[in-house]
């Protein structure tokens, strides 16, 4: 959070509540990802594993499939990739995806997917989410069996992780 607020300036952030912050933060990462080493080089006693999975963070648009037990099946929307996806924080099932959303099955959205821990954790900054009809969501649960077939899908960033 720190480093994603330390990317805007004070009159940025003025009248910002958090995510939308944290967001606008995220994009300007996005945008010049040079910017965390520079933070880095500011804040040398910073969590690095954090920093790490920041540094390898995957953003993209994804497609909630289904939520598990264990983890949440998302895809990404070109269906060519599956991930088992622990939420930072809380479970994504319960995540405010904002705009009056709620997590779901069939929730599309634009996030971070960031390997933390051996394992793929969406960061939480939900964008743009959007329900698939029931056509999209059959094909995309089709893909996802294909691609689980297939060892197309990962729990975590480090072999052996896959399932």
Request: with cysteine; aromatic share 8%; proline share 5%.
């Amino acid at each position: 959070m720190h480093f994603l607020g330390s990317l805007l300036t004070p009159q940025e952030t003025k009248g910002l509540a958090v995510i939308p912050l944290l967001n606008k933060g995220r994009a300007r990462f996005l945008a010049d990802r040079t910017l965390l080493d520079r933070y880095r080089q500011k804040h040398p006693q910073t969590d690095a594993e954090m920093l790490d999975a920041v540094a390898q963070s995957q953003f993209g648009r994804w497609v909630h499939l289904k939520d598990t037990r264990g983890y949440s099946v998302l895809l990404d929307d070109a269906a060519t990739r599956a991930y088992g996806v622990l939420g930072l924080t809380q479970p994504l099932r319960t995540i405010d995806a904002g705009e009056g959303y709620v997590m779901g099955s069939g929730l599309v959205m634009q996030a971070a997917l960031v390997p933390l821990k051996g394992r793929w954790v969406c960061d939480g900054l939900i964008q743009k989410p959007v329900w698939l009809g029931p056509g999209y969501k059959r094909s995309y649960t089709e893909s996802y069996t294909a691609l689980r077939k297939a060892g197309g899908f990962s729990l975590g960033p480090v072999a052996g992780v896959n399932e």
